[in-house]
């Protein structure tokens, strides 16, 4: 049976159901903990990727280049944060062998380490008990994490690439104008929120303790993961921009606490989405 056939009263308890679980289950804490973790990997992430790229004679500039790329993508202010390990990282007179390694496995660690917190609020969630050891926990995180770097970088690339990419677009066909450009943008923003849905189906999928259930492109939760996290990205970043006073509270501190809120945002709308489906799965347990 489709979710879309349930009426209007079942979705209205699910929504009370996944309200009163939210609650219960502390999601508040553990999208804490998964912004925490996640704030940790950023900065061994970027020391790796610029020691990888003198280890394998990599140009500099094009890692740093990407990064900062990538960086547009966050909300107003977080990039700052980026800036400040780039430029530190920059300064070093050519990376040797061990800390590039050192800093790839803290990276790796600190990244797998926020991906167990969305196992653990998972199994949370559809009240299944977390017994998987820590190896498991960490072997079903390293998929999730290279779901989350190709999904995630899709959605990114095309956020942040797509305007220099329809741009190369629009030379080689022969229509343009306002009317492709505005098709484009519509385009491309379609497609990275479709890489965002289809990452949060793949941590529903992967992530819970749980024998593994059939396939599905997209759930209620995915989407309503994918709408929050929007929503949140779009409206923070417009706040942060235009009526925030971090600066003014945080100062030099400013882009780190952007950075780690807006994590905590995220990990809230994955795990609420994951409430949603097993609200869903409940409901209709008791309904059969």
Do not use: C
């Not at 996640?38 to 061994?44: D, E």
């Not at 990407?66 to 390990?85: K, W, Y």
């Not at 882009?255 to 795990?271: D, E, H, P, R």
Request: hydrophobic share 55%.
């Amino acid at each position: 049976m489709s979710e879309t056939v349930l009426d209007p009263l079942s979705w209205r308890a699910i929504l009370r159901s996944t309200m009163r679980r939210v609650s219960n289950d502390r999601v508040n804490v553990a999208a804490g903990a998964f912004a925490y973790r996640w704030f940790l990997s950023f900065f061994p992430t970027v020391i790796a990727l610029l020691g990888i790229s003198t280890l394998v004679t990599l140009p500099q500039h094009l890692v740093v280049n990407l990064i900062h790329g990538v960086t547009r993508a966050l909300p107003s202010g977080a990039a700052q944060v980026f800036t400040v390990a780039i430029d530190n990282a920059t300064k070093r007179t050519g990376a040797d062998l061990a800390t590039t390694l050192v800093a790839s496995v803290v990276a790796l660690w600190s990244a797998t380490a926020g991906m167990v917190i969305l196992e653990e609020g998972l199994d949370m969630a559809y009240g299944i008990e977390a017994d998987r050891t820590f190896l498991e926990q960490r072997l079903v995180a390293l998929p999730l994490l290279l779901g989350g770097a190709i999904l995630g970088g899709a959605a990114s690339a095309l956020t942040v690439f797509g305007p220099q990419l329809g741009t190369l677009i629009k030379e080689s066909v022969p229509f343009g104008g306002a009317a492709f450009a505005a098709g484009w943008t519509l385009l491309r923003w379609l497609f990275a929120l479709a890489s965002m849905n289809l990452l949060f189906t793949l941590l529903y999928y992967l992530a819970p303790n749980r024998p593994r259930q059939r396939w599905r492109w997209t759930s209620a939760g995915a989407l309503i993961a994918t709408v929050i996290w929007a929503l949140v990205s779009l409206g923070f970043s417009l706040y942060t921009s235009n009526f925030g006073s971090y600066g003014a509270t945080y100062g030099a501190f400013a882009g780190v606490a952007i950075l780690i809120f807006w994590l905590y945002l995220t990990g809230l709308a994955i795990l609420v989405g994951g409430e949603v489906n097993a609200a869903i799965e409940r409901h209709r347990a008791a309904a059969s």
